[in-house]
């Protein structure tokens, strides 16, 4: 089973950036959609981004024209580049297959904070 390291994570202030990456433990290659899941303190884990093997990609309204995901099957990798960051934001972010997946990394701590 795939096992995902996210990283990039870190304190920003408001309407700062910040650039996610996500470590394959294999080849994604074979992989059709990898996305980007966030959990807010006291909340569920939210959907915010996918992207497709052809690159097609959707996203949450609440991150629509402030995200964009992005993936390089050569390296193994998803990123999230993250603009006009919120308050909103602040979470736990984590990469995987789909919501159902039963292993999940450790994610990478977001706050958006002045």
């Known amino acids: 089973q795939v096992q995902f390291v996210e990283s990039g994570g870190g304190l920003v202030q408001p309407g700062g950036s910040l650039r996610l990456s996500c470590a394959a433990s294999r080849s994604i290659f074979s992989i059709y959609v990898m996305g980007w899941w966030r959990q807010a303190p006291g909340k569920q884990r939210e959907w915010v981004a996918g992207?497709?093997?052809?690159?097609?990609?959707n996203y949450a309204d609440s991150v629509k024209g402030r995200f964009t995901i992005s993936r390089d099957n050569a390296k193994n990798t998803v990123i999230l580049e993250m603009n006009n960051l919120k308050p909103g934001d602040t979470a736990v972010y984590y990469c995987?297959?789909?919501?159902?997946?039963?292993?999940w990394g450790k994610g990478t701590l977001v706050t958006v904070s002045s």
């Open positions: 995987n297959t789909d919501s159902t997946a039963t292993l």
């Open positions: 992207i497709n093997y052809g690159g097609n990609t």
